[in-house]
């Protein structure tokens, strides 16, 4: 006897009345953070973006989960068509879900990183990258204030946050809030320090 609910539908007849476009639905995107140890130093991977929005910013690859993808598969394609890098062991960071994050639609991304300890990957940009860069990662924190500065030759990019953190069993509760970037785009910088506190957890970065 198949199972009928309260309105006498079987799972069959309610899947077939069932709306989805009767609730709002958030666009999936996935970003890629690929750092590399060079002795003392700690080094990202950048993109200037081509296209708006935040035309000319500097972001981290990523890009749009598409119909029948996982986004691990996601991080992995958008890495490849924007730096030309593919094969590298990518690392769950976070789920970002703020409200207004890309000013487009209503969008939520989840960020994977890997560490690499030996020479740069030579990144090539590709598909709407204007260019890939390295930037080396420094950062500064006073109490509840965090800073990450990141450096390219000449040019210089950082980010602000508001840092409340609590260790428990289960691991680190982190509150980060963004309170000002310059020259990156969308909530990457809370997404960058989001991972530095996490890759600091296991390797000393900071």
């Known amino acids: 006897m198949e199972l009928r609910d309260k309105n006498g539908l079987t799972e069959a007849e309610f899947l077939a009345a069932y709306k989805p476009g009767d609730w709002p639905h958030p666009s999936v ?3 890629v953070l690929v750092f590399a140890k060079q002795k003392d130093e700690l080094k990202l991977l950048l993109i200037r973006r081509g296209g708006h929005p935040f035309l000319g910013k500097w972001a981290l690859p990523g890009g749009f989960t598409e119909p029948g993808e996982t986004v691990e598969r996601t991080a992995e394609r958008e890495l490849k068509e ?3 890098l593919s094969g590298l062991p990518l690392v ?9 994050r890309d000013p487009r639609c209503w969008s ?3 960020a994977f990183m890997v560490l690499v300890d030996d020479e740069l990957p030579q990144a090539k940009p590709g598909d709407d990258a204007q260019a890939a860069a390295w930037f080396t990662v420094s950062t500064r924190r006073a109490g509840e204030g965090f800073k990450v500065i990141l450096k ?3 040019e210089t990019i950082c980010a602000h946050m508001k840092v409340k953190e609590m260790k428990t069993a289960a691991g680190y509760v982190r509150d980060i809030q963004l309170l000002q970037q310059n020259g990156l785009a ?3 910088g809370k997404i960058i320090v ?3 506190l996490k890759l600091n957890e296991t390797v000393p970065v900071l």
Do not use: K
């Not at 769950?92 to 207004?100: K, Q, S």
């Open 29 to 31: 995107t996935a970003d």
């Open 82 to 84: 924007e730096t030309n």
């Open 92 to 100: 769950p960071v976070g789920f970002f879900t703020d409200p207004g």
């Open 108 to 110: 939520m991304t989840r």
């Open 152 to 154: 390219n030759g000449e």
């Open 186 to 188: 969308f909530d990457h």
């Open 194 to 196: 989001t991972a530095l």
